[in-house]
């Protein structure tokens, strides 16, 4: 009767504006999927999305962006998850990027980039492929 | 340093992840929570619970606050249900709690019911533990207030909120007797709209007949006005909870021990439970008893689950 391992998944907007029509559908995406999906709405900074990683528990951060904030944002999330020793937490984004920006993001650890284009299932697939749940702690006991 | 110690000593990635074990239900777990106990018992639990959308998490977050400025250091359970179609949760309460996220000194979780009944989920007090032993002074549970059945907080939290808006006056009536015993302290939020005051009448009349029975007569659970994204009624609402916890420590202790004794039947028979099943289900395996195989029989109708138990139990523990 081995039980998997829920995904747990935060789905965080990094940036300044105020919308956050695409996280919530894509947050509803990933529960439909039977996913546990942490929803933390708009104007996130890097340092409160992965201290929010960190305290969930999650495998995976998707990042939903706008309006260029990701510059800025994305490598700064991946500076601040390999100094807290959580590169395990991976990364995706959700937006609209400038073509020549997509290859820098992968660049620097970001596992994939959906862009507007992509289908709710494509990236839900891609998820249900490429993340699992992490292993339990290791304990020998006393 | 072992779990163990990185958890006492305050370590949230170690914390967060023992969490998840055992909301996972991982055997290992447990080892590392009974590692964990004699860690813990100083903090203080307060529950709060009450319909979808009543503020809870919006009270949550301003009591937070209001703990940091004690100095007080703060752990919050917050619990969404479960969609019982796909098996995923949306869990969305931390929406309110943004100022918190960079403070060290508050430790947040939501937490999925999992298909648990009773507004926690499975493990809440196992988790409850494990914050306590990280040195959370305060721990505050949200819990999923689904009208009827929410009473299962009122064993784990020294104080438990019940929590209540204008205009509820009628569902109010429609709760049970039950529901309205477990409330230490009401609240009316969103005190801001119509009906406030009609509403702390219902409530009264209601706490007159139901609250005296279970909180003894000298506990009158107090009824606080707030409105929570303005801040307003917090100082209210904490003061009464530091009354209601003065009133178990001191003034009666005998009710302090009935409150530690409430929280250590349901654990002990939380942890029997667990591992008992646990235990019986290892035993079939290895005796080629296979669990699969008595649902089909069940679902056959050649046997009946009753039956099956009676067998179990002879066969493996007797
Ligand atoms: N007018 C008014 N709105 C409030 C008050 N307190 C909270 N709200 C709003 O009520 C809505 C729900 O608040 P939450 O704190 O999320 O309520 P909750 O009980 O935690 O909700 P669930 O976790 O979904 O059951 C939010 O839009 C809040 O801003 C209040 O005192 N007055
Ligand atoms: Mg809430």
Known sequence: MGKDRKL??????PGLDGHDRGARVIARAFRDSGFEVIYTGCHQTPEQIV???IQEDVDLIGLSILSGAHTYSFPRIMELLKESNAEDIRVIGGGIFPLEDIPKLKGIGIREIFEPGAKLKDITDWVEQNISPRKAVAFEGK | MDIVEQIVSGNVRATAR????????????????????PHT???YVIGFTGSPGVGKSTLVDQLATRFRKEDLTVGILAVDPTSPFTGGAILGDRIRMQRHFLDPGVFIRSLATRGHFGGLTKSTNDMVNVLDAMGKDVILVETVGVGQDEVEIANSAHTTVLVTIPGMGDEIQAIKAGIMEIGNIFVVNKADREGS???IRELRNLIELGAKRRNGDDWEPPIVETEAVKSRGMEDLHEAIRNHRSFLLSTHTEKWREVLEKRARIQLMEALREEAFRTILARMEKDGNSFDLMVDQIVEKQSDPYTLVQEIIAKEMG
């Open chain 2, 41 to 43: 018992g100083k903090a």
């Open chain 1, 8 to 13: 747990r998944i935060l789905v965080a907007k």
């Open chain 2, 197 to 199: 005051r009609k509403t």
């Open chain 1, 51 to 53: 201290n929010t990683a």
């Open chain 2, 18 to 37: 023992l969490l998840r074990d055992i909301d996972d239900e991982i055997p290992s777990a447990r080892a590392i929570l009974k590692e964990l106990y």
